[in-house]
């Protein structure tokens, strides 16, 4: 197994409050790695320092064995790593088609051909591909905030996958969806990950999700990985058990 | 095609024939003040696409327009042709603001509106102070109205023609740039610049694009304006125009793309007619304004949206 | 051409002014997130207040006094009220663009409904000179100077010593933590918009017998303010005394060294190079990248 992400002695110190701290650990291809912790863990944080949404106090974050730490957003994004976020994240005045070209346009083409080539970027067939994939087909021409918000949520997720990314870090993709939404949400993106062999890596507070969906899990409290392992093995871990009933 | 389809290209149309025929029943003056009003429009234009599609705030819009009108005045009168003059004003304002924007928009983005309004006061400072170049206070007088491929624009109600004709032309060219990809990632920067840089798009980069490339047109704007008046002193490109241009481009309606011909008309035309008030127009505008910005911050043209469109709240973003 | 000591004296003095608005400048942006395009007008129309009571043959103590209430209920409370309030709600920049069309309508009324011409103001200080350390100071200088000075240490204290001026910080520095600390956010904000008003109307009263009352007199002000404010640290009141006093030295060097046309320059270009080299401002803390 090959390391997509390898993270090592990433550190965040908000004044002298160490938000994460010293956290290392890998990511393998095509797993499903789930992260848990209690609120506050810095699991959020942790995403964001990886993701060059914040800068790191100390440690390294490399992708495919090269360094990326602190690279732009949108740099790390055109490496082929994709993400969500906690809060629903489209955009609410375009259309649901309109939201989806965006997610791909920026790897199509020069920027010049952008300017002056097609406006769908030419992305049309694969934008018909991920709306079909994301069952959002009687809503893709409507406004993507008129929308309820399990589809959102899928078009939040549909919009991370459209550049094809090796890599896609989930924030709490279950965060308020209804069961019934879930189960699909769900079974979408262990199809994604079968059969285009995706790398996810995802936050949950959603025990049960994040337990059927995860090949392994790293448990984060006060910064610090405590536990790791098969889900079974994290479940009965004394030691998560403590940090979640707190003391 | 269904009559509603037609419906718009059909109304865009009727409103250039009727423009080009305005100057028919008008005198010199009002010809000339209608020019004033397709190159103030164009200024605006090019302001819209950096505050109204990017939602970037540029107070020096009048210093372009200003730095385009010099350009071109100064140049035509060492004898460059005006086809070329318009192109070089143009370019000219998209470099200055390219080079004004890099710094500034590394940092934060109400920086740039920081930036621009010294960038705004430096620019009157140097037209009114360098005597050599730009006439100091007695400015530039004399200058001509170009021979276009052998069309004399030299009467009023052809040099008109000829800034309708421009209008158009920059009007195509911005809408063409608000429907390509580039318009959607300057809208994504604007809605939500995190996530946007999520999805690949170079925030900094669009930021900066849709700054100069707003700024150039500012230019190009300038470079109709010298032949328009045939003379030009600092006075009118002050700080004072960059902020009018800035609050026409709010009451018109920021990120709607006929906005700014409203903005314009009201900032340009409605003074005209309302004379006799003279400084009261002045007290009243700018109280209107705030009672718009309070209560319709989408301007005139999101209230017309509204109005037309009441029923239909799932429609994908047209404007 | 003055003595290098006179010019920086006299800049302690334009700088304290400077200091005063651009401190009103901060403290806005930090409590509620406005930038208020308006701050020149601001501190030019206190003056405007005064000089009506003054029609009404007033002293000078109590229409200074007069000006400074009316400038706290209209330019504080009302301003907050009428302006702020609705429109912060559609962002930070609509707001800001909201106070450029204050400003607009602040000076045109001026100019339209008192007067286009500058109006002559009494001084508070008499007109002698005085000698110090061989440069030739106005008492009018030096009042100004002290009370402005006055007016800034006693901010501090109130700010550092007060329980009142405490909550007033943890609001400036996180508005989220400070309301689950208990803290009346709303009334705090409040508050600030009242001190700005007052600092701005204490401004007006000492620099307007020099300059002269003038509906234009807010564009030098409130550029001045923006440009201490920034210099010093956006995020700092301390960061806005050092860019004012700063400024008003730099100001005055200027006027007697560089062209009297290229004055207004100078200020500009200091303003470009900090945001260029130093974009938190001289004292300013770093904040995180949004982008």
């Known amino acids: 197994m090959t390391a997509v992400l390898e993270v090592s002695n990433l550190s965040k110190h908000y004044g002298g409050i160490a938000a994460v701290d010293g956290v290392t650990f890998e990511v393998f291809e095509g797993e499903i790695l789930g992260i848990i912790g209690p609120n506050g863990s810095g699991k959020s944080t942790l995403f964001n320092c990886i993701l060059g949404q914040a800068s790191p106090s100390a440690g390294e974050v490399k992708l495919d064995g090269k360094p990326v730490t602190g690279m732009r957003p949108c740099d790390l994004n055109r490496h082929g790593v994709g993400r969500t976020f906690q ?41 018909e591909r991920m709306i079909e994939f994301f069952r959002l087909t009687p809503v893709a021409d409507l406004r993507a905030g008129g929308l309820s918000f399990g589809q959102q949520k899928l078009l939040d997720c549909a919009m991370a996958f459209m550049a094809g990314p090796r890599l896609v870090l989930l924030d709490e993709p279950a965060g308020g969806v209804n069961p019934t939404m879930l189960g699909s949400l769900g079974e979408r993106l262990r199809a994604l990950n079968a059969e285009h062999r995706a790398t996810f890596v995802v936050i949950e507070h959603n025990m049960e999700f994040v337990m059927s969906l995860c090949t392994r899990i790293l448990v984060l409290a006060e910064g610090k990985i405590i536990a790791e392992g098969p889900p079974e093995q994290v479940r009965r871990d004394p030691k998560v058990i403590e940090a979640y009933l707190g003391n | 095609m269904t009559l509603q389809r037609l419906a718009v290209p059909g109304a865009i149309l009727a409103g250039i024939i009727a423009l080009a025929l305005a100057p028919y029943g008008l005198k010199n003056y009002g010809i000339s003040i209608l020019g004033l009003w397709a190159v103030t429009t164009i200024a605006a234009i090019g302001l819209n696409l950096t505050l109204g599609y990017a939602g970037q705030v540029s107070l020096a819009q009048g210093a372009f327009v200003g730095i385009g009108a010099y350009a071109t005045a100064i140049l035509m009168a060492k004898g460059v042709p005006f086809g070329a003059t318009l192109l070089l004003s143009g370019l000219l304002c998209f470099a200055i603001g390219w080079l004004l924007g890099y710094p500034a928009l590394r940092v934060q983005h109400h920086y740039l509106a920081f930036v621009t309004l010294a960038f705004a006061t430096l620019a009157f400072l140097v037209f009114r102070n360098e005597q050599w170049l730009t006439g100091g206070i007695y400015g530039i007088s004399g200058i001509r109205r170009p021979v276009i491929l052998g069309w004399n624009t030299a009467p009023e109600r052809a040099y008109f023609h000829f800034c309708l004709i421009m209008l158009v032309l920059v009007s195509g060219f911005v809408w063409w740039i608000v429907r390509s990809p580039w318009g959607r990632a300057f809208l994504a920067l604007r809605e939500n610049p995190v996530r946007a840089a999520s999805l690949g798009v170079d925030t900094r980069r669009y930021t900066l694009m849709a700054f100069a490339i707003g700024a150039g047109i500012g230019g190009v704007a300038g470079a109709l304006y010298a032949p328009l008046v045939t003379y030009i002193d600092p006075v009118p490109f002050a700080l004072s125009f960059s902020l ?76 | 051409m003055e003595s290098l000591l ?81 429109m912060l709600r559609h962002g930070v920049l609509p707001l800001a663009i909201a106070t450029m069309a204050l400003a607009i309508f602040l000076k045109e009324s001026v100019k ?26 106005s008492i ?126 100078i200020p500009l270009l200091i303003l470009i190079v900090v945001i260029m080299v130093r974009p938190q401002g001289l004292l300013g803390r770093a904040e995180e990248r949004t982008v």
């Open chain 3, 140 to 265: 009018q200088s030096i009042g100004v100077f002290l009370v402005a000075i006055a007016a800034v240490v006693a901010l501090q204290l109130f700010l550092s010593r007060t329980r009142t001026g405490r909550s007033m910080q943890a609001v400036a520095q996180n508005p989220t933590v400070a309301r689950i600390l208990g803290v009346p956010v709303e009334r705090m904000i409040l508050l600030t918009f009242a001190i700005n008003a007052a600092l701005v109307a204490l401004a007006s009263a000492l620099v307007t017998p020099i300059y002269l009352a003038k509906f234009s007199n807010g564009e030098v002000l409130g550029m001045a303010a923006f440009v201490a404010a920034i210099v010093g640290g956006f995020n700092q009141i301390r960061g806005a005394i050092a860019g004012g006093f700063l400024l008003g030295i730099v100001d005055n060097i200027a006027a007697a060294y560089v062209s009297t046309q290229y004055r207004a320059a």
């Open chain 1, 87 to 127: 809060m629903l994240q489209v955009f609410p005045a375009l259309s649901v088609r309109e939201n989806l070209i965006l997610a791909g346009q920026e790897h199509q083409g020069t920027a010049v051909g952008r300017l002056f080539g097609r406006a769908d970027a030419g992305l049309s067939a694969t934008v």
């Open chain 3, 112 to 137: 339209e409904f008192y007067s286009a011409e500058a109006q002559r103001f009494p001084s508070l200080f008499p007109e002698q000179k005085v000698d110090v350390g061989g440069a030739m100071i």
């Open chain 3, 6 to 86: 006179y010019l920086v004296l006299a800049g302690l003095m334009t700088g304290a002014i400077y200091a005063l608005v651009a401190i009103g400048f901060t403290l806005l942006w930090q409590t509620s997130q406005t930038i208020n395009f308006a701050q020149g007008e601001f501190a030019m129309l206190p003056a405007f207040f005064m000089l009506v009571a003054l029609n009404l043959k007033l002293p000078l103590w109590l229409a200074i006094l007069l000006g400074v209430g009316v400038s706290i209920l209209l330019l504080g409370l009302a301003f907050k009220r009428l302006l702020v309030d609705p």
């Open chain 2, 244 to 319: 009018n241009l800035l609050l026409m481009v709010i009451v018109g309606g920021g990120g709607y793309f006929f906005g700014p011909f409203v903005g314009a008309m009201i900032a340009v035309l409605l003074p005209e007619w309302l004379r006799f008030a003279q400084g009261l127009y002045l007290v009243a505008y700018a109280a209107a304004v705030m009672v718009l910005l309070v209560f319709w911050p989408s301007g005139i043209m999101g209230i017309l949206d509204r109005l037309l469109r009441p029923a239909d709240p799932n429609q994908g973003a047209a404007r």
